[in-house]
């Protein structure tokens, strides 16, 4: 299986870093490919490509960015648009807190209380079940989760909650609500909660944000 795979999308190229591949074998095989294309006029239509570089479910350190965008540089047919991961990290939630205004909340919600709040919303801490977490916008959660949450309330669909829900006990976007049953969701912080549009309470991943979500995609930069 080759680890740098190139393939063509609406707005351009993406080229994806198999994350199952060592960063070394990664390397080797974008190389590869890099001159391929690079001899190869028939390959791509366009004389400058902009690359989308996909990294999968694998956080690139700043070294390994640093080699990555130092090799595609190389070939002044080729530059990099973003380099982007399926996952997010907190450092990321916090940066993304600071640019939207976000409502930080880090506590412990026990059972039989509830916390309600306005906008948006990153949670670092912990809800046992039986506690809930309520409010207007969405919900951003890193913590841990056996609780209630519920965005969009009382009425907004357009809301989500993005976060590791496996074991919520209960999602809510606005008046649509999903009891989570055991083994029902991965053990993933990639997991996104929200209202299709045939009004029905349904899940994805954050790489399908953009299409989930497209506004609220642009305005956290794409991640």
């Keep these: 299986m080759q680890a740098a795979v190139l393939r063509g999308t609406q707005n351009g190229y993406d080229l994806v870093l198999k994350q199952s591949a060592s960063f070394e074998q990664i390397l080797v095989d974008?190389?590869?490919?890099?001159?391929?294309?690079?001899?190869?006029?028939?390959?791509?239509?366009?004389?400058?490509?902009?690359?989308?570089?996909?990294?999968?479910?694998?956080?690139?350190?700043?070294?390994e960015k640093a080699q990555i965008e130092e090799m595609v540089g190389n070939y002044p047919r080729f530059e990099i648009h973003k380099i982007a991961a399926n996952v997010i990290t907190?450092?990321?939630?916090?940066?993304?807190?600071?640019?939207?205004?976000v409502h930080l909340l880090s506590k412990v919600i026990r059972n039989g209380?509830?916390?309600?709040?306005?906008?948006?919303?990153?949670?670092?801490?912990?809800?046992?079940?039986?506690?809930?977490?309520?409010?207007?916008?969405n919900i951003f959660s890193m913590g841990d989760v056996s609780g209630i949450l519920q965005a969009g309330y009382p009425d907004?669909?357009?809301?989500?909650?993005?976060?590791?829900l496996h074991s919520?006990?209960?999602?809510?976007?606005?008046?649509?609500?999903?009891?989570?049953?055991?083994?029902q969701l991965a053990?993933?912080?990639?997991?996104?909660?929200?209202?299709?549009?045939?009004?029905?309470?349904?899940?994805?991943?954050?790489?399908?944000?953009?299409?989930?979500?497209?506004?609220?995609?642009?305005?956290?930069?794409g991640i």
Excluded at 156 to 164: A, C, H, P, T, V
Excluded at 200 to 215: D, E, M, R, T
């Design 30 to 63: 974008l190389k590869a490919l890099l001159e391929k294309l690079k001899t190869d006029p028939k390959a791509l239509e366009t004389t400058k490509v902009s690359l989308d570089v996909l990294t999968e479910d694998r956080l690139l350190t700043a070294d």
């Design 90 to 101: 907190v450092d990321d939630a916090i940066q993304l807190r600071e640019r939207e205004n």
């Design 113 to 137: 209380q509830e916390v309600v709040m306005q906008g948006d919303v990153l949670f670092l801490g912990t809800i046992h079940e039986g506690g809930k977490l309520r409010t207007t916008g």
């Design 156 to 164: 907004d669909e357009s809301k989500l909650i993005m976060g590791n």
């Design 168 to 183: 919520a006990q209960q999602v809510r976007i606005a008046e649509q609500f999903d009891i989570i049953e055991s083994e």
């Design 187 to 221: 053990d993933s912080r990639q997991t996104i909660a929200y209202v299709n549009d045939l009004h029905v309470l349904s899940y994805g991943k954050l790489a399908q944000l953009k299409k989930i979500n497209p506004k609220l995609y642009n305005q956290i930069g």
